[in-house]
Structure formats: structure tokens, C-alpha cells
């Protein structure tokens, strides 16, 4: 009697684990997981909301740049930011040779107050270099956006 009660007991611990095995597996092995389905509003709401973020950022980040408490390298990297931003909002390429083209424009800015920085000696000439290098960047940038072709990020 006690071997049957310990057979009884593997049998139903087996079962029990087949069951177990079989509600957790099957999901997977179906194709059919769990995961919610993305949502073209969804993302396209989040990216909006990266973007504003960075629209408010950008004017904090230019400004304390211009009083000198911060990094020309921070702006820039808020502006390539803001554009990638807003690159991933546009629907047409005219949108995105817009959007490019005010990055440029931003950059520039940015380029020559650091040049006016090294004039006078509070820039070193390689952050100078550093800036040219972003502005030709976005400048091969646009070209490429003209060509039919979308820059790399």
C-alpha cells in the first residue's frame, strides 16, 4: 500500500508539472506571447513628448553656454538631440530638409560665438575645430536629404 500512495504521489506531482509546463510554455511555443501590441499613437505621442523636453532644454543649455557655465559640447549635443527629435516626427523628406536646415542654422550660431570665444582668449582654438567639424556634419547632412537619401543619426 505505501509503494501504491508513492506512486500515486509521483504520478500526480508529473501531471501537476506537465499541466504547469504546458500553461507556461504555450505561449511560447505558439507565438502567441503575452507582450501588449505597439501603438502607432503611442510612439508617436512619446516622440512628441521627447521633443518638447528637448525644446526647453536647448534655450537653458545656449544660455549657460553664453555666461560661460557651460560646455559648448552640452549645447550641441542638446541640438543634435532636438534634431533627431524632430527629424523622427517628419513625415516627408520636404519636412526633413526643413528640419535639417534650421539645424544648421543653429549650429552656425553656435560655431561663431565659439569662435569670438577664441578671439578674445576664452576658447581653446580646437573647440573651435570641434564645432566646424558638427556644422559640416549637418551640412553633409542636408546634401544627403537632397540627394533622396536620409543622414545617419
Partial sequence: MVSSTRHARCL??????AVALLVFA???VTGQEKEPAG???????LL?????????LVPTQRKMM????RDPAELRFA?????????DLCATQAERIEVQQRLIEAIE????HIRAQVEV???HGWQAQKARAVTLQAQIGLERLRLGQRPPN
Fill in 121 to 123: 582668449g576664452v576658447m
Fill in 48 to 56: 512628441i513628448q521627447r521633443r518638447d523636453v528637448l525644446r526647453r
Fill in 109 to 112: 550660431g553656435q560655431e561663431h
Fill in 12 to 17: 500526480l506531482v508529473a501531471c501537476l508539472a
Fill in 66 to 69: 553664453e555666461l560661460g557655465l
Fill in 26 to 28: 504555450a505561449p511560447f
Fill in 79 to 87: 541640438l543634435l538631440e532636438l534634431h533627431k527629435a524632430e527629424i
Fill in 39 to 45: 501603438s502607432q499613437e503611442r510612439l508617436r505621442a
